[in-house]
């Protein structure tokens, strides 16, 4: 049996006091690409009880990604976006789940991201995060924006780290591990990195902007 909205947030607002949950719940936070990044960040923060979570990848759902992405077997062929809107509805039903099947480039990054205060940058390929990274630093100066690089291997998971590289840019990860070099990702450091993310998002939310 499904736990009332009711119920749910009384829960939430125990574990994180009410005054700090009811900023959660009224924060709406875009997540550009849904991959090992983006699915791990997602699923935390709705973990978290925020009020809106917007979902953006233009990808399907490949056997490739089970080693390290939040999907199932079963939701192989489906698109991204819609398979991790039903996967964090099981998580928290009350969140406001949205999603779009799109590929962001810097002609609708302006549109589609308007309406959101905080941008997470997920993508796994360095010219997208680049063009998201400058797309959104350049149209969208008051935005936070969360992004990541180096992931990647087995190196030592303290080596990822959450740097402030502007007033309202954070980047978390190595600054050097290559997805083309080496055993590439690897579930484990992906989602070490991914709880960075989420964790920096959280924290400027509660008004703690600082790395």
């Known amino acids: 049996m499904i736990p009332s909205k009711e119920e749910m947030y009384a829960a939430l607002e125990e574990r994180h006091g009410k005054e700090l949950q009811k900023l ?41 990604n089970l080693n390290r992405q939040q999907y199932f077997p079963e939701q192989l062929g489906q698109y991204k976006a819609d398979a991790l809107k039903d996967t964090l509805l099981k998580i928290a039903p009350y969140c406001d789940i949205t ?12 549109v589609l991201l308007a309406d959101f205060l905080i941008v997470c940058e997920c993508f796994d390929n360095a010219e997208q995060k680049a063009m998201l990274v400058n797309s ?20 030592s998971a303290n080596s990822i780290v959450t740097k402030r590289i502007a007033r309202n840019f954070w980047l978390c990860g190595d600054g ?36």
């Open 136 to 155: 959104v630093l350049e149209n969208f100066p008051d935005k936070k924006l969360v992004a990541a690089s180096g992931m990647a291997g087995l190196g």
């Open 24 to 64: 959660f719940s009224e924060t709406a936070v875009v997540i550009c690409g849904l991959g090992g990044l983006g699915s791990n960040v997602a699923i935390s923060l709705a973990r978290a009880g925020l009020g809106r979570i917007h979902l953006i990848d233009f990808d399907r759902v490949d056997i490739s």
């Open 99 to 110: 999603s779009q099947a799109v590929k962001l480039d810097e002609e609708n990054i302006p």
């Open 176 to 211: 050097k591990s290559d997805v083309n070099e080496g055993l590439g990702l690897i579930s484990a450091r992906v989602a070490v990195c991914a709880a960075h993310q989420a964790t920096m998002v959280l924290r400027i939310i509660s008004g703690k902007d600082e790395a």
